[in-house]
């Protein structure tokens, strides 16, 4: 947590898992709005993806903004390649209508976030600012302010190892010009704070992978001794096993990962961090293996 004497943002922590003492901020850290600052120092503390999205929550809310879409895509040429979608409300009525091509197609992700890095702002009250949109798209806009999103401000998202696109909005219910007057207030914040959440969340969630998928110590030993594009039987003597056992852990994976071919299962491996960085030898393997590359 920051200092005790901070208590302006004291709902931001207090359902962090980490309650250690914040350290110390220099006074040069201190040229940034103070709710930006305060965001980031507990930023820094986060040890889980769930961590960070609270803290998204959290700051969208004393904006007065309730509504946040977080949603990642692996490939940004293709949208279909869904990593996830969070959401802080029930969004699954606008998830059915975004399968009707006529709708899915002008989604801010879709029509705007998978190729432009500019913030936007969105809703109903911007519709004039907009492409022209059709008449079902724009039924959904007016169903979504009915339920408080007049207005909402989006944020693109880049990642290029391995490649990502996303998007973050924030959004509520205001009139245009109230809205065009926050996002002068804070928009610097909102848009910063998405940013380096987007970040600090894809390094968690990438951690996370063997225990979300439930793959064991030994199954991501055997994930990344594939990654480095090793045959069974120099697996099998890597790790001191049979090469049926391989073969047997290798299924096993399959199974967990959803994947269907050795290859997939090495891209597997390299998209989720397990193999070092071609472009830093020093690195060491995810899993604890020394392995001698070349």
Known sequence: MTSDHNSRHSGFTRDLENSAVAREVLVSESHTPDRLRDFLLDLERTKHSTDVWKLLVALSKRLKLPFVDFIVATNFQNWRKTLFIRTSYDSKWLNEANKNPEIGQWSYF??????????????????????????????????????????GFSIPLRSFAPPQTGLISFGGDFSKKEFNALIKEHGWTLNSAATMAYNRYMTHFLAEFPERMGISEKQCELLELIGLGMQDKSIANELSISISAVRQRMRTLLEKTGVSTRSELAALAMSVGFLPDPLNREQGPRCGIDIKIG
């Open 110 to 151: 879709r029509s705007h976030a998978i190729e432009r890095l500019t913030p936007i702002a969105i809703g109903i009250e911007y519709v004039d600012e907009y492409h022209k949109l059709p008449k079902e798209r724009l039924a959904v806009l007016h169903k979504i302010a009915k339920l408080g999103m007049r207005t």
